[in-house]
């Protein structure tokens, strides 16, 4: 069973940044895609950024693209999300997420989830 546990979130002023952490387990890591989701007060959960396996390919929401990195240590069994430039638009709940198996995006496993709170 995988496991994810995120880290990292708090509370930020606007333009500063912060870098969310997840920890992966219960599988080889270096297999699996991950992703990163936020979802905001009475929103819906979005799509942030997800990573192929090897790291070779990464993928962000228009809304973060410049201003966010996605990347993963296969050795630590970790993904990273950095944000930079926050937005108070950016304050939301971000949640890491695994997909069902190796070498698809098709997510299934998700953490607790770490609050992200960017003040103007």
């Known amino acids: 069973q995988v496991q994810l546990v995120e880290s990292g979130g708090g509370l930020v002023q606007a333009g500063g940044s912060l870098r969310l952490s997840c920890a992966f387990s219960g599988r080889t890591f270096s297999s699996y895609a991950m992703g990163w989701f936020r979802q905001a007060p009475g929103k819906e959960r979005e799509f942030v950024s997800s990573i192929t396996w090897s790291g070779s390919n990464t993928y962000y929401a228009d809304s973060v693209k410049g201003r966010f990195t996605i990347s993963r240590d296969n050795a630590k069994y970790t993904v990273y999300l950095q944000m930079n430039s926050l937005k108070p638009a950016d304050t939301a709940i971000y949640y890491c997420?695994?997909?069902?198996?190796?070498?698809?995006?098709?997510?299934?496993?998700w953490g607790q989830g770490t609050q992200v709170t960017v003040s103007s």
């Open positions: 997420a695994a997909p069902a198996g190796p070498f698809t995006m098709r997510w299934q496993y």
